[in-house]
């Protein structure tokens, strides 16, 4: 049982350059969503899916686009990187326990704008 | 003004000591969350509350609904356990019961 992974870890990209963040839950979670993490700030969510063919954006979407055709996948396409976009970015699963929502987190992947 | 307010942005302790860390929240919840972030790794959950306490090991979670008011404990310090510890509550508020409002933080610092 792998959980949530991440794919890349690391990556640098170049002002303009448009790339796809992987990730995949082998948990048969119904939610899953994408957050970024910058210093001094909180985790923010980007975009967030309830299930299949369904997503939503989240508190800091733009630049960004999501789509979930499978329960296992959920990448995060970033267009036209920008350096404003260097961050590390979380993906996340989520499972009902008893009525109340658990979360597995990805290991992260640490994104560097040039 | 932040949702969830942790204190104290940063702590050092020695080995061994009894260390708290407070989470303040301004809207109702269904539920608030403990994570665990280590020094360039990734998120790992460790609590999840809706009422009363939690323990786990060394680890103990609190919160009191009526304050909105959370704290962690960590019992008997040890340097594995530094890193940055996360409180995230789920409000109640309208629309997907899924999304988390995370605070900023806290750094602990386990000195041997």
């Known amino acids: 049982n792998a959980g949530v992974t991440q794919t890349p870890k690391f990556q640098v990209l170049k002002t303009g350059q448009s790339m796809t963040l992987q990730c995949a839950q082998d948990?048969?979670?119904?939610?899953m969503s994408w957050y970024r993490q910058d210093p001094g700030m909180g985790l923010r969510l980007i975009h967030y899916s309830v299930g299949a063919g369904i997503t939503d954006q989240g508190e800091v979407p733009n630049g960004y686009n999501v789509s979930r055709s499978t329960t296992e996948d959920f990448p995060l396409r970033l267009l036209s990187a920008a350096p404003s976009q260097t961050s590390v970015y979380f993906c996340?699963?989520?499972?009902?326990?008893?009525?109340?929502?658990?979360?597995?987190f990805g290991s992260g992947t640490r994104l560097t704008v040039v | 003004k932040n949702e969830v307010e942790q204190s104290p942005q940063n702590l050092t302790a020695q080995e061994g000591e009894f260390i708290t860390i407070n989470c303040s929240y301004s809207v109702g919840i269904s539920a608030l969350h403990w994570l665990q972030q280590h020094p360039g790794g990734g998120i790992v959950s460790l609590f999840m509350?809706?009422?009363g306490k939690k323990k786990h090991g060394r680890l103990i979670a609190t919160i009191n609904i009526q304050e909105k008011h959370s704290s962690l404990h960590i019992t008997a310090s040890h340097p594995r356990d530094s890193a940055v510890y996360i409180c995230a509550v789920r409000p109640n508020s309208g629309g997907s019961n899924y999304k988390l409002t995370f605070g900023k933080g806290t750094l602990l610092t386990v000195n041997p």
């Open positions: 996340a699963s989520s499972y009902r326990d008893r009525g109340y929502y658990g979360y597995t």
């Open positions: 509350l809706s009422s």
């Open positions: 948990m048969n979670h119904e939610y």
